[in-house]
C-alpha cells in the first residue's frame, strides 16, 4: 500500500517524504527557519529605543519615532537616549513606564553611563559582554547574523540565475557555442577575485551592494557546469525531441522540458553555496574589504577577538554562531541531496 501511494504523489511530493525522513537534515531546515525569523525581526528582540512609552502623561513610540531630550523635559534637542541617568530616573516615577525589547541593546548603541571598562565581560547589564567599542555582543551578534545570513541568501540568488542562464546556453545550443563561452569562462575565472576585491575597495567606500555585485561576477561559474552537463544531457532526450518536431520554440523548450528536469544539482547545492556566501563575507570583513564599520559584521568580530584573545566573549560566541550556522546548512544540504536521489525510496 504505501508503495502504490508513493507512486501516486507528485515527484516534489516524493521528494518532499524522502527530505522529511532525513531526521537531522529535516530538523536543521526547522531550527535554521527559527533563526533566520529571529535575525531578521532583530528590532524586536534586541533594540535600545522602547517599543512605547509613557512619560509625563504623553505615550511615545520611540522604536517608530524617536523623541528628542527635549520633549521629555531635557535640554537638548539630540534623539533622546534611553539609557541616560536622567531618563531613567524620569521612567521610575509614579505615572510613567516603558515596554521594550527582552535585549535593550542595538547593534550600534554604546552605554556611555557604564562603568565597567570595554571590552567588558558578561554581566546583568550586557548579557554577552561588549565589544572594544561598549557595544553589546548579543545585539552585535544578532544583526550581524542577520547581515550575512541575507547577504547569503542574496549572493546564491543572483550567482545561481547566471550560472543556470550560461549553464543553459551552453548546454542546449553545444557546438561552437559551447565551445566559445567555456574560452571565455576559462579567462574570466583566471581573473584573481581578491586581488579584484582589493582593488575596488581601495577606490569605492565598501558596502553590501558593492560586494554583492563582485562577488555574484565570479560565484556562477562553478554551478554553470552542472547545468551545462545536466542540458547536454536531457537536450537529446525523446520528449525534447518530440516537443521540437512540434514546432516549439528553443525558448519553449528550454523552459518548460529540460530546465525543470535539470534542476536537481541546482537546489542541492543551494545550502553549500550558502555557506560559502556566509564564508566569502566572514573572510572579506575580517580582512577589512568587507561591509563598512557602521554594519554590524561577524568577521569585524573575528578580528576584534584575535586582537583581545582575552576577551573571550568576543570570539567564542561569534564563532559558535559561525559554526552552528555552517553545519546546519551542511545537513540541509545533505538531506537535499538525498531528497532528489531517486535511488532511495
Known amino acids: 500500500m504505501s508503495a ?13 517524504a524522502r527530505f522529511k525522513r532525513n531526521r537531522m537534515g529535516y530538523l536543521s531546515l526547522w531550527l535554521f527557519s527559527v533563526l533566520l525569523v529571529l535575525a531578521t525581526f532583530g528590532e524586536l528582540v534586541s533594540n535600545d529605543k522602547p ?9 511615545y513610540f520611540p522604536i517608530l519615532n524617536n523623541p528628542s531630550d527635549q520633549a521629555l523635559d531635557g535640554d537638548f534637542a539630540t534623539p533622546a537616549d534611553w539609557k541616560d541617568p536622567f531618563i531613567t530616573g524620569l521612567l521610575a516615577q509614579p505615572g510613567n513606564w516603558k515596554v521594550g525589547a527582552i535585549n535593550p541593546h542595538s547593534a550600534m548603541s554604546i552605554d556611555y553611563f557604564s562603568k565597567n571598562p570595554n571590552p567588558a565581560a558578561p554581566n546583568a547589564d550586557n548579557w554577552l559582554g561588549t565589544d572594544k567599542f561598549g557595544r553589546d555582543m548579543l545585539a552585535r551578534l544578532l544583526y550581524g547574523f542577520r547581515v550575512s545570513i541575507w547577504f547569503a541568501i542574496a549572493l546564491t540568488v543572483a550567482g545561481t540565475l547566471i550560472g543556470v542562464v550560461m549553464g543553459a546556453i551552453q548546454g542546449y545550443f553545444g557546438g561552437r557555442m559551447d565551445l ?3 574560452r571565455l569562462i576559462e579567462i574570466w575565472g583566471a581573473v ?4 579584484l576585491l582589493i582593488i575596488v575597495a581601495s ?12 562577488l555574484s561576477l565570479f560565484g556562477w561559474i562553478g554551478l554553470s557546469d552542472y547545468v551545462r552537463a545536466e542540458f547536454l544531457r536531457n537536450r537529446n532526450l525523446e520528449f525534447v525531441k518530440a516537443a521540437r518536431a512540434l514546432g516549439l520554440s528553443n525558448l519553449q523548450i528550454i523552459r518548460r522540458h529540460v530546465l525543470p528536469n535539470s ?5 542541492t547545492f543551494l545550502p553549500f553555496r550558502m555557506s560559502g556566501a556566509i564564508f566569502a563575507l566572514t573572510s572579506l570583513d575580517f580582512l577589512g574589504l568587507g561591509v563598512p564599520s557602521s554594519v554590524p559584521s561577524l568577521g569585524e568580530l573575528l578580528n576584534q577577538g584575535k586582537d583581545w584573545l582575552d576577551a ?7 564563532f559558535l554562531v559561525l559554526t552552528v550556522s555552517m553545519t546546519l546548512l551542511t545537513f540541509i544540504g545533505d538531506a537535499l541531496r ?8
Open 263 to 267: 534542476l536537481t544539482p541546482v537546489i
Open 203 to 214: 577606490i569605492f567606500e565598501p558596502s553590501l551592494l558593492l560586494l554583492l555585485i563582485l
Open 338 to 345: 538525498d531528497a532528489f536521489d531517486t535511488r532511495k525510496s
Open 51 to 59: 517599543f512605547v512609552a509613557k512619560v509625563n502623561g504623553t505615550t
Open 180 to 182: 566559445t563561452v567555456q
Open 192 to 195: 584573481p577575485e581578491l586581488y
Open 4 to 16: 502504490v501511494a508513493d507512486v501516486s504523489r507528485s515527484p516534489g511530493q516524493r521528494a518532499w
Open 312 to 318: 573571550w566573549w568576543i570570539i567564542v560566541p561569534t
